[in-house]
């Protein structure tokens, strides 16, 4: 049973009122995230069924991963720097750690995508082989470089502690607009539907440069920010970053290459409908890394385990109703897709069974990454994408989405186990253990 929260005590400290607070704050927010990118996948399957569907889902997934390449684990660095800049009351050096990041990452980002864009011919007829698939990725590779830098200032804005525009920028204006968009002038094919993508992220990095020229510290003095030091601790996370990126997208790119459009449309529905089961882990994450990236400046560890614990507490609160209504409904849920998308019903049951181990574990990633341990987090991430891809490509072959939902549900599963054994091993203590103090 989850112990239950002493409100008083933990509302009677700042650090933990903050947490508590904002990410209840937070929590609203990812709710209108998670709600609105339904609600888009629903309307996306509904509208254009199932095989143009896969193409798009197939297209968004490579996007997603060129910009990640693009953002050269600046992610994670932009958020830990910032928030230990502004920690200390100065903020002299945001602007400049916030300038190195988006100028790295849109020099990264447009040569990958123009790379990409160069084969996209190629990569169809050699690997996936799907029927319009080259000219909808083609559409969509316009969008990489603005998706690379909406996420970095979604991630300046959270090392600010800025938690509902940090969330508004990365999850919530991209799905709306694409939603608005398919309501107001109905769409037929996915190469339509690229193009409103398209749209939506540039209005949304529009939207996050907003909401920094609005939040960014005002200081008389601008220190320039070690550019050396940025690379250095980006370059191990980098590699978490594409490591993640295959845990999180390889089972549906090989459902690509072995399966139908149809297939890839069955499992990308089941996996984003299993990860509102994690809405709280982003959410509390985002109130959580800044924190513990400022207490660990400040040798402070023993509010570093205070508040990952308690995480752990919000955390399952929530997500354990919401896991089951998804155990006890399957098929149902995924009717909504549509009715031929019933069939995902126990590719959903599977795939929240490994969300609600990554949420049961706790922030482990983020607390590695933020205590000055990313090569932990590099390392076990590696290990966990070799055994994503070895299960993919043993499973899927044979089992299609069923062989898909396996290998990434392993693959979330021992990620999150491994952190925890490198939190214990590293900073003392147990997130499994949320009923200690």
């Known amino acids: 049973m989850v112990k239950a929260l002493n409100w008083r005590v933990y509302l009677a400290e700042p650090d933990m009122r903050d947490m508590l607070l904002g990410s209840l704050a937070g929590l609203l927010v990812k709710v209108l995230a998670a709600v609105s990118l339904f609600a888009m996948n629903v309307v996306v399957t509904r509208t254009i069924g199932a ?40 903020g002299a050096q945001c602007r400049s750690i916030y300038a190195k990041a988006v100028m790295w990452s849109l020099v990264a980002t447009l040569v990958l995508a123009l790379l990409f864009w160069c084969g996209a011919e190629w990569l169809n007829q050699s690997v996936f082989r799907l029927p319009g698939f080259d000219r909808v990725f083609s559409i969509m590779l316009v969008a990489a470089p603005f998706v690379a830098m909406y996420i970095i200032h979604a991630q300046a804005l959270q090392g600010l502690k800025k938690v509902s525009k940090s969330m508004l920028v990365s999850s919530v204006i991209l799905p709306v607009i694409t939603l608005v968009l398919i309501l107001l002038n109905p769409i037929t094919n996915a190469e339509l539907l690229g193009g409103y993508f398209v749209l939506a992220a540039v209005l949304t990095l529009l939207t996050g440069r907003y909401f920094w020229t609005q939040s960014a510290p005002v200081s008389k003095v601008h220190t320039p920010f070690s550019a050396e030091l940025l690379k250095t601790t980006c370059m191990p996370l980098w590699v978490v970053a594409l490591v993640h990126q295959v845990i999180q997208w390889s089972s549906q790119l090989l459902l690509g290459i072995w399966e139908s459009a149809e297939s890839v449309a069955f499992f990308a529905t089941a996996q984003r409908t299993a990860m509102l089961t994690s809405f709280i882990l982003f959410a509390v994450n985002t109130i959580a890394a800044p924190k513990f990236a400022a207490m660990h400046a400040k040798g402070n560890m023993e509010g570093v385990k205070r508040m990952a614990l308690v995480s752990v507490r919000i955390m399952l609160v929530v997500s354990v109703p919401v896991t089951a209504v998804i155990l006890l409904y399957p098929e149902w849920l995924m009717s909504i897709f549509g009715d031929e998308f019933r069939q995902a019903g126990t590719a959903l049951m599977i795939l929240a069974l490994g969300q609600f181990i990554n949420i049961a574990t706790g922030s482990v990633g983020y607390l590695l990454s933020m205590t000055g341990h990313e090569t932990k987090v590099r390392d076990n991430v590696v290990i966990s994408g070799v055994i994503t891809v070895l299960l993919g490509l043993m499973l899927i072959p044979s089992h299609g989405v069923i062989g898909a939902s396996v290998a990434y549900a392993c693959g979330v599963a021992s990620q999150n186990l491994l952190g925890v054994y490198q939190v214990k091993k590293q900073l003392g203590f147990n997130t499994l253990c949320f009923w200690k103090n």
């Open 51 to 90: 095989a143009e569907a896969g193409l798009f889902f197939l297209s968004f997934t490579l996007i997603t991963m060129i910009a990640t390449a693009g953002r050269i684990g600046l992610d994670q660095a932009v958020v830990r720097f910032i928030a230990s800049d502004t920690s200390r009351g100065k």
